[in-house]
């Protein structure tokens, strides 16, 4: 009988490869198989991707900003798959998308993740943006107050990127969502670049903050004007006031706006580990408003 020892002298470089390829294997699949590492993705988007890790070859697995996804399989080749999971991805979520997974690999780029939210339109493209909700457009320029009773208007926070959140103590998703709201808010530290504003909806602005204190939560909110529960009418700068449920939904709502208050991305309802927007936002942070 060989003795390990024996073994090992006399067949280093084989016995070494093996063990290479073992380790290589066992670390490409725990990574394949990390879900929780996949950026933004949801309970559905979850067992998207357990279906796609059971599918056979060819299969890629493809992902944008906000949590959208999609996954194509049975191609007869890595770059049918990775075409076709790319191309409905984007018509579905109308952003751009990038792979996360193809065939038994993790291909994600992290620099290319944390800039898809761009290009950001310059100054000159900016200022012919019509007014809107849409990705590309000028969001609508609100009147509100901040904690202090300051009147303001969105359009003051132009050179900012505006995280613009709309919520209410009344709302279970929104409250359950609040603690990622503090935490991201924690993370961005004094970033001046990077301003959140919190609107309450539905309600009048003491019981959305009173709230907020008895839950011992540290956020930066501002006062929308609302001050009845029936009221759903957010005033604006022009005077006029637009309907909340067109801004919203349901709540809570998100904008990220860039610093020329451009619509970048948008959300509808709560979400989940917020911290992981931050290499976008200080994508946004960094290169928009030119």
């Not at 024996?6 to 725990?30: E, I, K, W």
């Not at 999971?85 to 018509?91: G, R």
């Not at 898809?116 to 849409?134: H, M, S």
Request: proline letters at 5%.
């Amino acid at each position: 009988m060989k003795s390990i020892v024996t073994d090992r002298l006399r067949f280093p470089f084989r016995h070494l490869l093996g063990l290479f390829v073992f380790f290589s294997q066992a670390v490409l699949a725990a990574g394949l198989n990390d879900i929780g590492a996949i950026p933004h993705l949801d309970v559905a988007g979850k067992e998207g991707y357990r279906a796609f890790l059971a599918a056979g070859r060819h299969r890629a697995f493809a992902i944008a900003p906000g949590g959208a996804w999609t996954w194509n399989g049975g191609g007869s080749s890595a770059e049918s798959v990775t075409e076709d999971a790319l191309q409905t991805c984007e018509f579905d979520s109308g952003q751009r998308c990038i792979l996360y997974a193809l065939d038994d690999r993790v291909v994600f780029d992290k620099r290319a993740w944390a800039r898809l939210w761009g290009p950001y339109p310059g100054r000159t493209e900016a200022d012919r943006a019509p007014a809107g909700l849409k990705r590309g457009e000028r969001f609508y320029d609100l009147a509100f107050r901040d904690s202090n009773g300051k009147a303001m208007k969105l359009s003051d926070l132009r050179g900012k990127v505006v995280i613009l959140h709309f919520w209410g103590s009344w709302c279970p998703p929104c409250r359950r969502e609040m603690p990622e709201m503090q935490q991201l808010h924690q993370a961005l530290g004094k970033s001046s670049d990077i301003r959140m504003v919190m609107l309450q909806v539905r309600e009048d602005f003491a019981t959305a903050r009173k709230w907020v204190r008895q839950q011992h939560l540290k956020v930066p909110l501002y006062d929308s004007g609302v001050s009845r529960k029936t009221s759903d009418a957010l005033p604006l700068a022009n005077g006029k006031t637009i309907h909340d449920r067109y801004i919203a939904e349901v709540f809570p709502t998100t904008y990220i706006l860039d610093k020329h208050g451009i619509v970048v991305f948008s959300n509808i309802g709560p979400i989940s580990r917020w911290n992981e927007y931050l290499p976008l936002l200080r994508d946004v942070a960094a290169r928009s408003g030119k």
